[in-house]
């Protein structure tokens, strides 16, 4: 049966090694190459074409996140296991955007982490129970939209927008300055993500942010 080649990348020394020195007695496995960075596993993959790679998220010249994207572009059957001591929304969601294909704590077992890089070539992905508790309640919470961001006085300019309302309209509608309509204005269209008025209105009306009609 072939081996299972693995490399492994993480910028501290002494966690590299350490995992190096247990994975090197496995007999199923072969070590085809390490390093620090996520420009070194990008090399890596290019030249050894590991079938798993254990890698850090943080790390200098290069994190995990964008490593893992870069390398599933050019070698998309090589599973990325993510290897960290962070769980964060932060850095767990855009690992596993980015094609992480397992995650894992460095608090883990050496022996889970052979298991996760045995079940990783029989496409079985194996995600840290905490990890896994954060994507479920990602599922579950219904996704924001962008006018959930707004504050209530947002809110309202924004569906006097919606009913075509000139800023001087707006100003006399809500009693509020014409140039406190024009930074809520500003501001609304920053979080909407739209370039003008215009597209602030079509996004109120196809959102049904409007304003009850007397």
């Known amino acids: 049966m072939n081996r299972i080649k693995v490399a492994v990348v993480d910028d501290h020394d002494m966690v590299r090694k350490g995992l190096l020195a247990y994975l090197i007695t496995e007999p199923g496995l072969e070590i085809v190459g390490e390093g620090s960075s996520g420009q070194a596993a990008i090399e ?8 798993v790679i254990l890698m850090d ?15 599933i572009k050019f070698h998309p059957t090589c599973k990325i296991i993510i290897i960290t ?3 964060d929304d932060e850095q767990v969601f855009p690992a596993i955007e980015a094609g992480a294909y397992s995650y894992l704590l460095k608090t883990a077992r050496a022996e889970d982490i052979i298991k996760a ?5 029989q496409n079985e992905p194996v995600i840290e129970p905490k990890v896994a508790s954060k994507m479920m309640n990602r599922f579950r919470t219904p996704s924001k939209l962008p006018h959930d961001e707004l504050t209530e006085r947002e809110l309202e300019v924004l569906m006097c927008l919606g009913d075509g309302l000139t800023n001087q309209e707006i100003s006399e509608e809500l009693f509020i300055g014409v140039k406190t309509v024009k930074t809520h204005v500003s501001n609304i269209l920053g979080k909407l ?3 003008d008025r215009t597209q602030a209105a079509i996004y109120a009306n196809r959102h049904g942010v409007l304003r009850e009609k007397k």
């Open 117 to 121: 890089i045995e079940k990783a070539v």
């Open 44 to 51: 890596l993959a290019k030249q050894e074409k590991p079938d």
């Open 85 to 87: 001591s962070y769980f």
């Open 193 to 195: 993500q739209v370039a």
């Open 57 to 71: 998220l943080l790390m200098e010249n290069g994190t995990g996140i964008e490593a893992t994207r870069e390398i």
